[in-house]
T-cell receptor, first 115, second 114 residues
Framework: EAGVTQFPSHSVIEKGQTVTLRCDPI?????LYWYRRVMGKEIKFLLH????????ESGMPNNRFLAERTGGTYSTLKVQPAELEDSGVYFC?????????????FGEGSRLTVL | AQSVAQPEDQVNVAEGNPLTVKCTYS??????LFWYVQYPNRGLQFLLK??????LVKGSYGFEAEFNKSQTSFHLKKPSALVSDSALYFC????????????FGSGTRLSIRP
């Protein structure tokens, strides 16, 4: 069974440009999460999809970030325009059920470098 | 504010020796506690969790963790370290009230020398 896959693994862009990150969750997982780790600090929650609906987007830093999950399958996270402080590793995770006791399955992350 | 603290950025241990990676948390209500591990060029992998019951929980690869409610700690332990245990370890808490968010610590890099 394929795990959570993310693309690209590394993206280097200049300040002001646009980047789109993609996440393919494990097949059958309705729940999809985005997290990010900036500057080697803690991993922070961005948002949570249940199928195509945003369950919780309280962690999205500002309106330069746009997440979509059309059709409830893969998800994209667009940063437009990118700023220096957006550099970090963006993790996607998925789970089959919503449960505070359940573990998440993470992808390898997409490293974003904004110059 | 809800938070997780991992006070050590790096822990160095000789192979065969016991290891401890520390974690303390601050969250309202009963927390659900997790440890995740990230090996080089890999995604985060679930290691173990505490939900309720016995304070000592066992997980993958011989790891265990002890929940201490009075000290609000959830330290990760292993009796005998292996070089292959070298990785980045994250402690996390999922508040009882939240089905969405996991609050992670900043991570501890564990380095096991032969």
């Amino acid at each position: 069974e394929a795990g959570v896959t993310q693309f690209p693994s590394h993206s280097v862009i200049e300040k002001g440009q646009t980047v789109t990150l993609r996440c393919d969750p494990i097949s059958g997982h309705d729940n999809l999460y985005w997290y990010r780790r900036v500057m080697g600090k803690e991993i922070k929650f961005l948002l949570h999809f249940v199928k195509e609906s945003k369950q919780d987007e309280s962690g999205m830093p500002n309106n330069r970030f746009l997440a979509e999950r059309t059709g409830g399958t893969y998800s994209t996270l667009k940063v437009q325009p990118a700023e220096l402080e957006d550099s970090g590793v963006y993790f996607c995770a998925s789970s089959q059920v919503i449960s505070p006791t359940g573990e998440l399955f993470f992808g390898e992350g997409s490293r974003l470098t904004v110059l | 504010a809800q938070s997780v603290a991992q006070p050590e950025d790096q822990v160095n241990v000789a192979e065969g020796n016991p290891l401890t990676v520390k974690c303390t948390y601050s969250v309202s209500g009963n927390p659900y506690l997790f440890w995740y591990v990230q090996y080089p060029n890999r995604g985060l992998q679930f290691l173990l969790k505490y939900i309720t019951g016995d304070n000592l929980v066992k997980g993958s690869y011989g790891f265990e963790a002890e929940f201490n409610k009075s000290q609000t700690s959830f330290h990760l332990k292993k009796p005998s370290a292996l070089v292959s245990d070298s990785a980045l370890y994250f402690c996390a808490v999922r508040p009882y009230s939240s089905a969405s968010k996991i609050i992670f610590g900043s991570g501890t890099r564990l380095s096991i020398r032969p």
